[in-house]
Structure formats: structure tokens, C-alpha cells
């Protein structure tokens, strides 16, 4: 297995910037999912990795090897596509076994390798199909084996579960997740599906407008996302955000906009004279959104709202709740049993609240 | 059964005679000439020229083919034929996949350009390109060769491939390929294990379109070859056609000999015209 380094890496088509200026390190044995909205540059880089895509500037390391100008068969990696790219006209063994055929390997070794990959993934009664004849989850599992079956220092894997319905989605990502464990290999994941990076991965780059916007494990980057967009983008139901100002009033910090003046903790916000002024956005996950009457040590103050909908999903329940001019969602336990244009008192849990400089996007609280 | 069902139960059997009485008309439109042709070459010598209808007359025999075969070259222009014929198709459909996989993979100066020139080369009358096809053959000092006769037919026949191979090739997925690099193949090591062998329906249509053309055309070889011996069996049949008497027994009998190869090729190529040989490799 190996590490990879992505250095300064720049993409351009034409004079349209995919990737800006990118630096990355992969450990080794380390499962990292690069995750990001359509378009964000996450799939081009990995193939600039894999070496189908060239790289405009900076420097790509595959075990601190050099691999910019390497061919991509060079690279020792393996790569899963989305769409399978299966070879139709080969059967599931022979896909299997193709790049070693290249490799011009032994006939016993390729058939032990084939039939050990196979057996991992259970796709031993289906060696003598076509593509054709598979599920698409089978054809899935061919295409994960014919990435196992080089031993390769690097699996990339591009998006491999968007093709699949819900539920299988779901199987193969725990298959993948017991594959990892199995093989304790070095793999970089691309996808779109942040639950698929929560899920999955050991370490989440999140990454948009061609611009890495955070690194860190699932629950930091769930915990304490370092903008605007990362807050907006991990998490589901996305996180709330009330647009407002800072003000100070004595050693006091609070929000306030047009409808409403929150008290903003020290141990959340320090040093009010600083802050006062700022133009600035709350972010509160619906998991932390407090509703009904009582105080709590750290919770905000109530303020009042509508019940505008309310979702049941089964053991939660989704409010959404209009207080003034600001939009709320409250994501609790089921049987809320209100009905639609009631009202509610809304509080929000300080432990779990962020603040980010509208003008910067950057978080600016600590806890 | 109420009369909206016997209305639409007839209605449904008029579309069905209707499609039938078209296609049969069409599949005798298409067959009678051969039939006739046919039923000529089996007649007796004398009675070559008749009103007489039926299609296996009395006193029919080969003997039209056998002297064909005997006081003519015809197999001598058969043969020159095929040699024309096969070279062609077969420099034709290499030359135009690996032409049609640059324009359908690959971004290039001019790659708009020299499609739309190819296509063009196909709206211009075959009768416009004798005069310069002539000049050039002749500055190569290949008149009255095979060689001239195949490169004549070649580069007219490779608009036509390069557009149906391009075509063909643009459905097929590009990971494909991609996937293949990353396993171990260059670029053209992918064109020859991945892409022709999921190309052969398109390779068998521009294969066919190649030899069929090359084995019916009579207007170039008309002005390339002009010794008898190098005659190809279009120019050969009308030697036939004399200036007073014309060996119509004979005309036919050479005229149902030549189907034959066309209809060997077509017979055998026709298995590997099964598209959708790319489904299940991707998506789906």
C-alpha cells in the first residue's frame, strides 16, 4: 500500500479553473472519501491521479514517487468506475483477469487470484457470465474485482454506488466497508453522497469550486465545519442559518436581526468589543433545534414560531417553523402532535451552535 | 361481440393485407428481374429472344454457362474482380476505423473541418470524380493495375466508413477505454482488445458497403483497366454486347454467376450485424 500527495494541483479546460491550487496527503492503509457538489472538481482529480486527466500545474506522488507524466497502467492503482465500464464482450472472468493477462502473470497464478477475488465477493458461480446477464450490483462486485485482483497500491473508487437503487446502495457500502477492513488498503472514494463520506470514510475532503474546503474525520467536519459551505453541505437534515449582525451591549455579545435578539455565551463567542459589528450567520444542525417551554442551561433563550409542516419519518419527526422572518427546522422525536399553524417555542443548544463571518464564510466561534 | 370490436378487428386486418400487399408487391418488384434473368440463362441458345413467360422454358439447360466459362475469360474476370474487391474492402475498413477512432477520440486542428470535407466528397456525382481519379492514377503510373484500381476504390468508399465507424464508435462509453489503460494497455492496445471487437456490426455494414461497391462499379474500371485480361467481370460482361449480336444467354449467365459472391459475404457477415453487443457493460 502507499501514500499519496497531491501538490499545488491545478486543473484548467480551457480557461475554465477545475482545480486550484490542490494539496492533499493520503496515508497509507487510510480510506479517505473525497466528497463535493456536482462539478466541484472531486471527480477530476482522481482521474488525474489514475492518469486519464492532465495535469495543467503541480506535482501528484504515489509513494513519493512522481507520477504526473506516468502511464496510467505505471501508477499501481485500480480503479472502479461509475458506470463499471465492464467489457461487454468478455466474460466475468476474463475481465477479471484482463490486466493480468496484460501483465502476462502465469495461468495458475491469474486463476488463484480470479477465484480468491471472486470468493471474496461471491461472485464465483457468475465467473462464466457476460456483463450482460449480471444485476447492477453484480456487475458492481465484478468491477470492485477486477480492481482487487492487481493488488494495486491504490484503490480509487469514482462514484461507484450512484448507479444503484437505494437499497442496494446502502448493501454495497457496507460490502465496501467490510472490503476495506478485509484488505486494509489504501483507497481515496469520490462521491457526492455525504452520507455515503460519513459512513465510509476514515478521513472526508470536501471539496468545491475546485478549492479543498475542509480536511478532517466525519465527526470533525460534522462537529465543527470550518465555513459556510461544508456546515450547509455535511449533515441531514442541512443545518439552519440565521442571518444577523454581532452587537455588543456592556461584556455582552448578541445576534439580532429583524425578528430576533439571541444572547450569545462567552464560552461561544469571546470577546464581544471584537466581534461587535460583524455581519454574521448562526448555523444550528435540526438535531439541536429545542422545542417547547423550560429553560435550559445551555440553550438559548425561547423565542416563538409557527409550525408551518411537519414531517413523520418514523421515529423523527421534521418541523418546520417560521419565527418572524427567519425559517426553522427542528428535527425531534416522533408524535410531536401539533398541527400546522400552532404555535412553538423554539430554543437552540449553544453546546452545538456556530458562528460564521458572513463576509469571510469562515466559522469564527472555537467551541 | 359488439360492433365497436368487429370495427376494430377489421380495421386491424385491412392494416395487416395492406402491409402484406406492399410487401409482396415490393419482394416481386425486387425478385422478378432475377427471375427473368434467370429463366434467360437456361434457355436454348435460339430462343433467347422470346414473348415465352415461363420461367423454366422448355429445353432449358447450362449450356449459356458452360460456354461462358469455356470461349470467354469470364473466370479470368472474376478472379480480377475479387482481387480488386477484397483488397479494397479490407484496406478500406483499416484505413477507416483507425481514421473514424482519431476523429471520434481525439481533439485536433481541423477535426470539424475534415468531417464535414468527407462528407461533401459524398454529395459530389461518382461522374464528377472520373476525370481527376484518372489523372491521379495515371501521374502514379498505375493504369491497368490492380494496385491503381484499389486505391481508386478505397479512398472513394472511405467517406462513407470513416462516418458510419465514428458514428458507431461515439456510443461506445469512454471509460471503457479508460479502464483498459488503467489495466495495462496503451492507447492503441484499447482500440485493438476493447473497441474493434465491440465495433464488428459497424466494421461488417462498412465492410459490406465496401465490397458491394467495389464488386458492382463499372465507371472507374471503365477508365483504369483496358486490357481484356485485366478486365474486372463488369467491363468483361459487356464485351458480350457486340455491335450487331449481343450474347444475351451468356449476359445473363455471367449476370447470375457474379451474385454469388455478394450473397456468400452477405450470408456471412449478416451474424456479426447483431447489435447491442454493448449492453450490460455499463450502467443500467
Not at chain 1, 486550484?20 to 472519501?33: L, M, Q, R, T, Y
Not at chain 2, 472513394?156 to 471509460?175: A, E, M, N, V
Request: charged share 20%; net charge positive.
Amino acid at each position: 500500500m502507499a501514500e499519496v500527495r497531491f501538490s499545488h494541483v491545478t486543473k484548467k479546460f480551457n480557461e475554465n479553473m477545475i482545480l486550484n491550487g490542490v494539496s492533499a496527503e493520503i496515508k497509507d492503509h487510510e480510506f479517505v472519501v473525497i466528497v463535493g457538489p456536482s462539478g466541484c472538481g472531486k471527480t477530476t482529480l482522481l482521474r488525474m491521479l489514475a492518469g486519464l486527466e492532465e495535469i495543467t500545474a503541480g506535482e501528484i506522488y504515489i509513494d513519493n514517487v512522481l507520477v504526473n507524466n506516468m502511464h496510467p497502467s505505471k501508477r499501481q492503482i485500480a480503479m472502479v468506475f461509475q458506470d463499471y465500464a465492464l467489457y461487454p464482450h468478455m466474460t466475468v472472468e476474463e475481465n477479471m483477469s484482463f490486466a493480468l493477462r496484460l501483465m502476462k502473470l502465469k495461468s495458475g497464478a491469474i486463476s488463484a487470484r480470479v477465484h480468491e477475488a471472486a470468493a471474496i465477493l461471491q461472485l464465483t458461480k457468475l465467473l462464466k457470465r457476460m456483463p450482460k446477464q449480471l444485476s447492477g450490483g453484480q456487475r458492481q462486485r465484478v468491477a470492485i474485482g477486477r480492481a482487487i485482483v492487481r493488488h494495486p497500491k491504490v484503490f480509487l473508487f469514482d462514484e461507484p454506488l450512484s448507479n444503484l437503487d437505494a437499497k442496494l446502495r446502502e448493501e454495497m457500502r457496507v460490502e465496501i466497508a467490510k472490503l476495506y477492513q478485509r484488505l486494509n488498503a489504501t483507497i481515496i472514494y469520490v462521491t457526492h453522497d455525504q452520507v455515503e463520506a460519513m459512513t465510509l470514510a476514515g478521513r472526508i475532503v470536501i471539496m468545491n469550486h475546485g478549492i479543498i474546503q475542509q480536511v478532517g474525520t466525519p465527526i470533525e467536519v460534522y462537529r465543527k465545519p470550518a465555513n459556510l459551505f461544508v456546515a450547509g453541505f455535511i449533515g441531514s437534515p442541512t443545518m439552519n442559518f440565521l442571518y444577523g449582525r454581532l452587537q455588543a451591549e456592556g461584556e455582552k455579545l448578541f445576534f439580532k436581526n429583524d425578528s430576533l435578539t439571541l444572547y450569545l455565551p462567552p464560552f461561544l463567542l469571546a470577546d464581544a468589543a471584537r466581534n461587535a459589528g460583524r455581519e454574521a450567520a448562526l448555523g444550528i444542525r435540526p438535531d439541536d433545534v429545542v422545542i417547547g417551554p423550560g429553560v435550559r442551561e445551555d440553550c438559548s433563550e425561547k423565542i416563538e414560531g409557527i409550525l408551518e409542516v411537519s414531517e413523520l419519518l418514523g421515529h423523527r419527526e421534521n418541523l418546520y417553523i417560521k419565527a418572524g422572518e427567519n425559517r426553522i427546522l427542528a428535527a425531534v422525536e416522533a408524535f410531536f402532535n401539533q398541527s400546522p399553524g400552532s404555535k412553538v417555542s423554539v430554543g437552540f443548544n449553544y453546546r452545538n451552535m456556530h458562528v460564521f463571518d458572513k463576509k469571510t464564510q469562515k466559522r469564527i466561534n472555537n467551541s | 361481440m359488439d360492433k365497436k370490436t368487429i370495427r376494430h378487428r377489421r380495421k386491424k386486418l385491412v392494416k395487416y393485407l395492406l402491409i402484406h400487399a406492399v410487401i409482396i408487391a415490393v419482394v416481386v418488384i425486387c425478385v422478378y428481374p432475377l427471375l427473368r434473368i434467370f429463366s434467360i440463362s437456361i434457355r436454348p441458345g435460339d430462343r433467347v429472344i422470346s414473348a415465352d413467360l415461363s420461367l423454366i422454358p422448355s429445353g432449358a439447360g447450362i449450356a449459356a454457362y458452360l460456354r461462358l466459362l469455356q470461349d470467354t475469360l469470364f473466370l479470368r474476370w472474376l478472379w480480377n474482380s475479387l482481387i480488386i474487391t477484397i483488397a479494397t474492402s479490407f484496406i478500406g475498413v483499416s484505413l477507416a476505423s483507425t481514421a473514424a477512432y482519431a476523429f471520434s477520440r481525439f481533439k485536433f486542428p481541423g477535426k470539424k473541418t475534415g468531417l464535414i470535407l468527407l462528407l461533401s466528397t459524398q454529395m459530389i456525382p461518382a461522374g464528377m470524380l472520373i476525370l481527376p481519379l484518372f489523372l491521379m492514377i495515371m501521374k502514379l503510373g498505375l493504369m491497368n493495375t490492380y494496385l491503381g484500381m484499389i486505391i481508386a476504390y478505397s479512398v472513394s468508399s472511405l467517406p462513407f466508413s470513416i462516418w458510419i465507424l465514428k458514428g458507431y464508435y461515439d456510443t461506445i462509453p469512454r471509460s471503457l477505454e479508460e479502464a483498459a489503460l488503467v489495466d495495462g494497455t496503451s492507447q492503441l492496445g484499447a482500440f485493438y482488445r476493447i473497441i474493434l471487437p465491440l465495433s464488428t456490426p459497424a466494421l461488417s455494414i462498412a465492410f459490406l458497403f465496401n465490397f458491394t461497391t467495389a464488386w458492382n462499379e463499372y465507371l472507374v474500371a471503365r477508365v483504369v483497366l483496358f486490357s481484356s485480361r485485366q478486365y474486372t467481370w463488369t467491363l468483361g460482361l459487356f464485351e458480350l454486347q457486340g455491335q450487331y449480336i449481343t450474347q444475351w444467354g451468356m449476359f445473363a449467365a455471367g449476370s447470375m454467376l457474379v451474385t454469388v459472391p455478394v450473397l456468400i459475404v452477405f450470408l456471412y457477415s449478416s451474424k456479426w450485424l447483431i447489435s447491442g453487443l454493448t449492453l450490460g457493460s455499463v450502467k443500467g
